[in-house]
């Protein structure tokens, strides 16, 4: 009957398969033996790529208990602290201190491109806006306007943005 024929081939596969799950491994060999986590662990902490990485992380370590990572670190949050209020002539002068001790120091570079960058955007429309308040015969404002621009770029002679804030301030005079 149907009915027999599959539990006898049931049976069959089961029997098969618990002598297989069974079987001893004595006839493939000795099992070769498997590493352990902390066997693992210790081949990696006596290579000798972690000495490496161990004794740079302790000449990090050493570099930032000297006085000169404290002034370096210092200048870098004055710099931050005075780019994110908008004084970026401050903020760059602070970077350049860090960049004068540190030459290396990635973020003190990406903030002093920043900071110029910015603070060449507010000259500019500084100048653009005391233009507007000459056009407007708004000439208070105007003078106001060109003496910032001139108080910002002092001590830059050559500066083409020095010379057109001198000749509006002269013409709103």
């Known amino acids: 009957s149907p009915r027999v024929k599959f539990y006898g081939i049931v049976l069959i596969v089961g029997a098969l398969f618990a002598y297989f799950m069974l079987s001893t491994s004595d006839s493939k060999g000795p ?15 006596n290579s000798q790529e972690e000495k490496d990485l ?3 992380r302790e000449a ?3 570099q930032r208990q000297t006085a000169s990572y404290a002034r370096v670190e210092e200048n870098f949050k004055k710099g931050m602290r005075e780019y994110q209020l908008g004084n970026f002539a401050r ?3 602070h970077f350049q201190l860090v960049l004068r001790d540190q030459s290396n120091h990635v973020l003190a570079q990406r903030y002093l491109y920043l900071s110029r960058v910015r603070f060449d955007e507010v ?5 653009k806006l005391g233009q507007m308040y000459y056009s407007a015969n708004n000439f208070k404002l105007c003078v106001s306007q060109f003496q910032q621009v001139k108080d910002m770029l002092q001590g830059r002679d050559n500066d083409t943005n020095l010379q057109i804030a001198d000749q509006m301030f002269k013409k709103c005079s």
């Open 31 to 45: 099992r070769k033996p498997t590493m352990q986590y902390n066997d693992v662990a210790a081949m990696r902490l």
């Open 54 to 56: 161990a004794s740079k």
């Open 60 to 62: 990090i370590v050493q």
């Open 91 to 93: 903020a760059r002068d």
């Open 123 to 127: 000259v500019k429309s500084k100048i």
